[in-house]
């Protein structure tokens, strides 16, 4: 027996799921704005932390200098210590 619709329920039923799915979209579009928010407060935050930086090494280049130094140093005695401490040699029996 074949069940017969009106165009009435037609369009009720097109008009529900033509709302449903745009609904849906809808929240998909909002939780991909905030994603895309966060992402970009956090780039943000990043590029400010860089800017400060670098501000700090203009305005205070005794900071910078003092570091690439201290690395200076540290590398020249690592060398001299590898130079100048040798390991001891093993006795024979």
């Not at 037609?10 to 929240?27: A, D, E, N, T």
């Not at 140093?73 to 024979?92: E, M, S, V, Y």
């Amino acid at each position: 027996m074949m069940m017969s619709m009106s165009l009435q329920t037609i369009f009720y039923i097109v008009g529900i799921i033509y709302m449903s799915v745009h609904i849906f979209l809808l929240l998909i579009c909002i939780a991909l704005l905030i994603y895309i928010k966060k992402k970009m407060t956090h780039i943000y935050e990043q590029t400010e932390d860089i800017v400060k930086n670098v501000q700090t090494s203009v305005h205070h280049p005794e900071h910078f200098v003092s570091t690439i130094a201290m690395s200076v140093t540290h590398a020249a005695l690592d060398q001299l210590g590898k130079i100048f401490i040798t390991k001891p040699k093993k006795l024979r029996n």
